[in-house]
Nanobody
């Protein structure tokens, strides 16, 4: 079993930057892909943001964040990161960390077995 806890969310001005983190506990963190998803208010489903393979050498990004967001992981610290820059109103959402038992990375939320509780990112104009 893996427990995931996100942190680092908050309010940021449009055009600003923010880094959110996901701390993992459990024995399988370094063996599985990790991902970030987000859910904006009144949106029914979580949207894929970024994913990284277990080794960190392969990453995927949603088109909407490509070039602005960077996903990374530190397996020694059991921590996943999402560095976000040039934030805009469309980026405001609850961001969820997800973990998979398989190497990945994966776009599809159904490939992830573990989820955090989410951290709120708000963007002011």
């Amino acid at each position: 079993q893996v427990q995931l806890v996100e942190s680092g969310g908050g309010l940021v001005q449009a055009g600003g930057s923010l880094r959110i983190s996901c701390s993992a506990s459990g024995r399988t963190f370094r063996n599985g892909a990790m991902g970030w998803f987000r859910q904006a208010p009144a949106v029914r489903e979580r949207q894929f943001v970024a994913a990284i393979s277990w080794s960190g050498d392969s990453t995927y990004y949603a088109d909407s964040v490509k070039g602005r967001f960077t996903i990374s992981r530190d397996n020694a610290k059991n921590t996943l990161y999402l560095q976000m820059s040039s934030l805009n109103a469309e980026d405001a959402a609850v961001y969820y960390c997800a973990g998979s038992r398989f190497s990945g990375p994966f776009y599809d939320s159904s490939r992830y077995d573990y989820w955090g509780q989410g951290t709120q990112v708000s963007v002011s104009s």
